[in-house]
């Protein structure tokens, strides 16, 4: 059994690799993995870090290196789609629909067991016709991203359907009007792409957000037909996460940093964008209206708050974990802090019908026969040993259900 001290969702089975865990030393780890460029799944990773090389996109290699300062000799950037081996297993990156340079890990061990861990991932149909992760079907383990596992309430519109509606509730562009949208450091760039497109119009971004985006693989022409940085230039501009307000637990605008925006660029009226999955009155207006929510302040600032999302809906997840049919989901997220047990054991009861329980019991069992030989007489030969490794650690995954 590996000696790695991170979170079980953090851990891959049988090897010595940590998944998004860079917070806590890990003297046995052999090799780390990132699946992508949020601060919550990198931290821990600073221009310091020598625990150990780390394995992800090219995308997320360049922005670690750019964001982080990493030294270069610990940052390892692979391809999507090709298998390579990393201390004797095969891993593969295959897309997780997340933001840019976002992937899924397919782990398959020398021994027979398959991982998929999906970091960051919103589902979509288009992501089963990749061939790799059709060949993880039936696998292990899937280390699952369950960000809205708990309320089946949580389902989105298409990203597609949400990107291009954007600017609808307020009809075409004026240069009278300032107009804001606000995005992370990374993610959500399919909205601004569908802005420019929709309205033929660059967006302005601060150099700051320019030198983000370059590191994502757009080219040097899309960046300049897409973006600019020049204030003047553009009636949309690109904010920082927050600007236009706080959105968690429920959305409080902004109006003073909007008016601030709209005085120093002398618009008649400011008009934001607030790209967000989270919010309840998101759901309630859409389910009453069929429109975005709006705020408004004296006729001249309004936010709009439009319902996308980058992770996947409780329907969505169902309808992976069907189609993969694994012998166990491992949630990777809302597992942790003093809730972080109860609701484990809610989101395991969730996938319960959707597992391969026929497998994991076979398994199971197989453990407990070569169990039995193994104290009678120590006859379990050499290739049984093997086994008997696996089962153990089967086992020891199924102990987390029962906690
Ligand atoms: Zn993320």
Redesign the pocket.
């Known amino acids: 059994m590996s000696s790695l001290v991170a979170p079980v969702h953090k851990v891959i089975p049988g090897t010595g690799f940590v998944v998004d865990g860079f917070r806590h030393s890990q003297p046995a780890a052999t090799a780390y993995f990132l699946t992508?460029g949020?601060s919550?799944?990198y931290a821990g990773i600073t221009a310091n870090w020598c625990a150990g090389p780390i394995y992800c996109s090219h995308i997320t290699a360049r922005l670690i290196l750019h964001l982080l300062g990493v030294q270069p000799q610990y940052v390892h950037g692979l391809d999507l789609h090709k298998p390579y081996v990393i201390h004797g297993t095969e891993v593969t990156l295959v897309e997780a629909n997340?933001?840019p340079g976002?992937v899924q890990l397919l782990f398959r061990l020398a021994d027979g067991r398959k991982f998929i861990h999906c970091g960051?991932m919103r589902f979509e149909p288009a992501l089963l016709q990749d061939p790799h992760l059709a060949a993880f079907r039936g696998a292990t383990a899937i280390f699952l991203d369950t960000t809205y596992c708990l309320n089946a309430k949580y389902t989105f519109p298409p990203q597609v359907h949400a990107a291009s509606n954007t600017f609808s509730p307020d009809g075409a562009v004026c240069h009278q009007q300032l107009f804001l949208i606000s995005t992370y450091v990374i993610?959500k760039e399919k909205i601004l792409f569908a802005v420019h497109r929709s309205t033929g119009l660059r967006l302005y971004v601060d150099e700051t957000k320019w030198g983000v985006l370059s590191c994502l693989g757009y080219g040097a022409q899309l960046m300049r037909d897409t973006f600019t940085t020049d204030p003047a230039a553009s009636p949309i501009h690109v904010t920082g996460w927050g600007f236009l307000g706080d959105t968690w637990p429920y959305f409080r605008p902004n109006f003073t940093n909007m008016e601030a925006v709209r005085q120093q660029y002398g618009a008649q009226r400011v008009v934001g964008f607030c790209p967000t999955g989270w919010l309840h009155e998101v759901r309630k207006t859409l389910r009453e209206s069929g429109s975005f929510p709006v705020r408004h302040k004296g006729g001249r600032l309004q936010v709009h708050l439009v319902p996308y999302s980058?992770h996947s809906s409780f329907p969505e997840l169902q309808e992976y974990v069907k189609w993969v049919k694994p012998h166990k989901v491992i949630p990777t997220v809302n597992v942790e802090g003093a809730e972080g047990e109860r609701k484990l054991r809610s989101m395991l009861k969730v996938f319960g019908a959707l597992v391969d329980q026929t497998a994991g019991k076979a398994a199971l069992l197989a453990g407990m026969v070569l169990k039995r030989q193994g104290t009678a007489g120590g006859r379990v030969s050499e290739g049984y040993g093997k086994s008997k490794v696996e089962v153990m650690e089967l086992e020891d995954l199924e102990e987390q259900d029962s906690d």
């Open positions: 992508h949020h919550d799944h997340h933001c976002a960051d993610g980058e």
